[in-house]
């Protein structure tokens, strides 16, 4: 009897052995899982679902109101710069008749003032100093100014410069004095105060 350890097959067999497991595969193909339709939670996918909707919806409103605002917002840029190139316009065009130095900037700040037109007054003491920087009676005209629309910081500093400019000006601490009192800086104030008595405060600018 021939041992069944030491037995094996010859090429043709093993070759035709294979041949018939591999046609043996392809004629049994692979079974596709079914899907429990019946499990899924559709309720739950719903809501998933509606949630994204109202997500992809908001971002979708988010930018459409980004763009509006952007191109309205720019719109408003361009509206407010030649508007105030305008407004530039015509100060210098009235400024002209006059004349077109620091000081007839000055007097036509004080009449914009008690016009009431305190954005031309402004603008009007700003181009006098511009022209005139080391003029101390251009930066005294302009702090008045600026406490006359409530920019106590803005006067503050336009009456600091006034006094940088001369040290002594009764007139320069006192204005100054009342920029720190608006402030509500009241020991400055006193300081400020006692410096234009000291320096002989003047009403007018002759300080």
Do not use: C
Request: proline share 4%; aromatic share 12%.
């Amino acid at each position: 009897m021939q041992n069944l350890k030491s037995y094996k097959l010859s090429p043709q067999l093993r070759s035709e052995l294979n041949f018939s497991k591999q046609k043996s595969r392809s004629t049994h193909p692979p079974k596709i899982p079914k899907i429990p339709w019946e499990k899924i939670p559709w309720k739950r996918v719903g809501t998933i679902l509606a949630t994204f909707a109202v997500i992809i919806g908001a971002y979708v409103g988010v930018k459409k109101t980004y763009e509006y605002t952007s191109a309205k917002s720019q719109e408003k840029q361009k509206a407010e710069l030649q508007a105030y190139q305008n407004h530039l316009q015509q100060i210098k065009e009235e400024v002209a008749s006059q004349g077109t130095d620091a000081y007839s900037y000055a007097e036509l700040s004080q009449k914009f003032l008690k016009a009431k037109d305190a954005e031309r007054a402004e603008t009007a003491a700003e181009i006098a100093v511009q022209k005139e920087p080391n003029w101390r009676d251009g930066y005294l005209n302009l702090g008045q100014v600026y406490l006359s629309v409530n920019k106590f910081e803005e006067a503050k500093k336009a009456f600091e410069k006034a006094i940088e400019i001369d040290p002594i000006s009764g007139t320069a601490h006192y204005y100054l004095s009342l920029a720190y009192q608006e402030l509500r800086n009241s020991e400055a104030a006193k300081q400020e105060f006692a410096k234009a008595k000291k320096f002989g405060f003047e009403t007018d600018f002759g300080g």
